[in-house]
């Protein structure tokens, strides 16, 4: 769905360098959302945005920071990334209901 | 905190069988439930969704679910599975508490269907 995009879609890094994950939408959806899906686990909310001035903490934020540089766009940054964040991860975008989240293509990240 | 939960870890059926994957979720109050489909190598996609009315939601691909409030329980259904059904899926539950709807998933169920 070409609605939400995500780059890089593969990445492969190692501990202590700083990584971005990128996020854009055409849907004209307020809000944004990042999650890291692991094995076993499901998905797990680290950030979300409301709006290009309100960020929130998700469940697992700890190592992970964010921006929203405009309604269309929301970056996630691992500032020293480290082995157990090797993941996939998904940004998925809501209307204001919030009622239908829809999600983009995925990044993997492997980090050595 | 709220959770839920998903009953089966992995399920492998033959083609033809009928399906059940089973959902549960901790919240009391008002809901909005879903499940996703995620096939190989591919983001998540909405199956159904139940937010209010009729609590026996039809989605894509002949998959339905059934809301029972008094069981906390939103549990997936299909008659006759295909092969193409072979994927993970996912239940999530939005909590409308101060109007957030974030989403909580379920660790999910992957299906696999067998020729």
């Known amino acids: 769905d070409a609605d939400v995009t995500q780059t890089p879609r593969n990445r492969i890094t190692k501990t202590g360098k700083r990584i971005m994950l990128e996020c854009s939408q055409t849907?004209?959806?307020?809000?944004m959302y990042w999650y890291r899906q692991d094995p076993g686990l499901g998905l797990r909310l680290i950030y979300y945005s409301f709006d290009v001035k309100d960020i929130n903490k998700g469940e697992i934020s700890d190592g992970y920071s964010v921006s929203r540089q405009a309604q269309a766009k929301f970056s996630l940054s691992l500032e020293s990334a480290i082995p157990n964040q090797t993941a996939l991860y998904f940004c998925?975008?809501?209307?204001?209901?919030?009622?239908?989240?829809?999600f983009g293509p995925g990044t993997r990240l492997t980090v050595l | 905190a709220q959770s839920v939960s998903q009953h089966n870890h992995h399920v492998i059926l033959s083609e033809a069988a009928s399906l059940e994957l089973g959902c549960n979720y901790s919240y009391g109050g008002t809901v909005n439930l879903f499940w996703y489909v995620q096939y190989p190598g591919q983001h998540l996609q909405l199956l159904l969704k139940y937010f209010s009315g009729d609590p026996l939601v039809k989605g894509i691909k002949g998959f339905e679910a059934e809301f029972i409030k008094s069981k906390f329980s939103f549990n997936l259904r299909k008659p006759s599975v295909q092969w193409s059904d072979t994927a993970e899926y996912f239940c999530?539950?939005?909590?409308?508490?101060?109007?957030?709807?974030?989403?909580?998933f379920g660790k999910g169920t992957k299906l696999s269907v067998i020729p």
């Open positions: 999530a539950v939005a909590y409308s508490g101060a109007g957030s709807y974030q989403l909580t």
């Open positions: 849907k004209g959806h307020d809000r």
């Open positions: 998925a975008t809501s209307d204001l209901s919030g009622h239908t989240q829809y």
